[in-house]
């Protein structure tokens, strides 16, 4: 039983390392265009996609949850969520849900006041997610945060990233 609980923590550490690796450049892609700090993407994406190994992740390429809303024209995928099957997006790969989930946010008036917060202010962004609706689980910003410290996600906030 020791041995079980070792291999999984091994192995979910491994996953959110190689999630890591595979997606931070990605990140801070985004980071430099929209202005949204790297570790917030990264640590959305390993708790919305399960660490890639979620349905709409695997199915979908959807590392973030986002749902179809209105004027969604892309490809659909219907998940249980809060409600039984709701619509989410679907996208052609990963590097599109990350583009996505950055005009999600900086488009969208209810999210406008991140934009005020310093990119390396990844408490204030995660507890301003929370805050905007972005997900209905209540311990949500504490998630994030507990993610990006893990994980030293905060350190691809850095403002040499910003250089070309």
């Known amino acids: ?9 091994i192995s979910k550490t491994q996953r959110a390392n190689d ?6 450049s990605t990140a801070k892609e985004e980071m430099k265009k ?29 590392h973030f949850g986002i ?3 209105k004027g969604w024209k892309g ?18 790969n990963a590097k599109k849900s990350y583009r996505d989930h950055s005009i999600f946010l900086s488009q969208r008036g209810r999210y406008s006041f991140l934009f005020d917060y310093k990119i390396t202010n990844y408490k204030a962004w995660a507890k301003g997610l929370k ?4 997900a209905t ?11 990006i410290e893990r ?6 906030d850095k403002k040499r990233f910003f250089k070309n």
């Not at 039983?1 to 923590?9: E, G, H, N």
């Not at 929209?34 to 996609?49: D, M, R, T, V, Y």
């Not at 689980?137 to 993610?147: E, H, M, T, V, W």
């Open 1 to 9: 039983m020791k041995f079980l609980r070792l291999f999984t923590k």
């Open 19 to 24: 999630y890591i690796k595979k997606y931070s």
């Open 34 to 62: 929209f202005k949204i700090p790297a570790s917030i993407p990264l640590a959305q994406g390993l708790l919305e996609s399960g660490f890639v190994y979620g349905t709409l992740a695997r199915k979908g390429n959807n």
């Open 67 to 69: 749902k179809c809303h």
């Open 75 to 92: 490809r659909k995928i219907y998940h249980d969520d809060d409600k039984k099957g709701e619509c989410f997006r679907v996208y052609k």
């Open 131 to 134: 805050k905007a609706g972005y």
């Open 137 to 147: 689980d209540p311990n949500y910003s504490k998630k994030l945060i507990d993610l």
């Open 151 to 156: 994980y030293d996600l905060y350190r691809f």
